[in-house]
């Protein structure tokens, strides 16, 4: 699976939006990209995932270049509760019994001010 | 649906001592991931099983370390003769196998945390 870039930390004003990035250039075309967080001392949760195409849910954007070698992930209205480790992990689906687990890398650590 | 659930959510021990965590997957979830975080670090990978059959294991999980998921649904992970460097964040996480790789998301529980003295 493709490795990832992200900075380590970043501020957000609450009520802006929070804008991610991800650095995927050895991306390969089955190969999706999927974001989790973590709130401090609890597991990660999953956020949003795509392929292609923007993709949006309740709880967020992603947005992935037409070249796929990176990804921004959009919280429209950031707050304090937002505050935690963003991980963007690039990964290709494999079926049948073959596992598909996550490779972590040490992401971002998003600092929602008041 | 109440989540993925894991027990206990904390566990000090001495070390060489044994110790087991449960994990309790999301109903009909057929696939579950067991992960270990240390501080300051992202998760990473220990095992794996699709239903009852541990289909992979990390060079992580040493001889020491023993998972099962015997019927299928709740999972143990064990650690025997614990060592401190076993001190860390243990996770679960399970998914359904549905539809095929691509799609398959996992979700996670609130973690066991060890500390071996």
């Known amino acids: 699976d493709a490795k990832t870039t992200q900075p380590p930390s970043m501020d957000c004003a609450e009520g802006r939006a929070a804008n991610l990035p991800c650095n995927h250039s050895?991306?390969?075309?089955?190969?999706?990209v999927y974001w989790y967080r973590q709130i401090h001392s609890q597991g990660p949760q999953y956020i949003i995932h795509g392929l292609k195409n923007n993709e949006t849910n309740e709880m967020a954007s992603l947005i992935i270049t037409e070249d796929r070698k990176s990804s921004t992930l959009i919280l429209p209205h950031a707050t304090l509760r937002d505050t935690a480790v963003y991980y963007c992990?690039?990964?290709?689906?494999?079926?049948?019994?073959?596992?598909?687990?996550?490779?972590f890398g040490t992401g971002t650590l998003l600092a929602v001010q008041p | 649906d109440t989540g993925v659930s894991q027990n206990p959510r904390h566990k000090i021990t001495k070390r060489g001592q044994n110790v087991t965590f449960r994990c309790d997957p999301i109903?009909?979830?057929?696939?579950l991931y067991w992960y270990r975080q240390t501080l300051g670090q992202g998760p990473e990978f220990l095992t794996y099983?699709?239903?009852?059959?541990?289909?992979?294991k990390s060079r992580l999980l040493s001889d020491r370390f023993s998972a099962e998921r015997p019927k299928g649904s709740f999972s143990t992970l064990e650690i025997q003769r614990t060592e401190q460097g076993d001190s860390a964040m243990y996770l679960c996480a399970s998914s359904l196998d549905a539809s095929g790789g691509p799609q398959e998301t996992q979700y996670f529980g609130p973690g066991t945390r060890l500390l071996v003295l």
């Open positions: 992990i690039v990964r290709v689906g494999r079926y049948g019994g073959a596992t598909n687990k996550l490779i």
């Open positions: 099983f699709q239903n009852e059959a541990q289909l992979e």
């Open positions: 109903s009909e979830h057929n696939r």
């Open positions: 050895t991306i390969s075309g089955n190969e999706y």
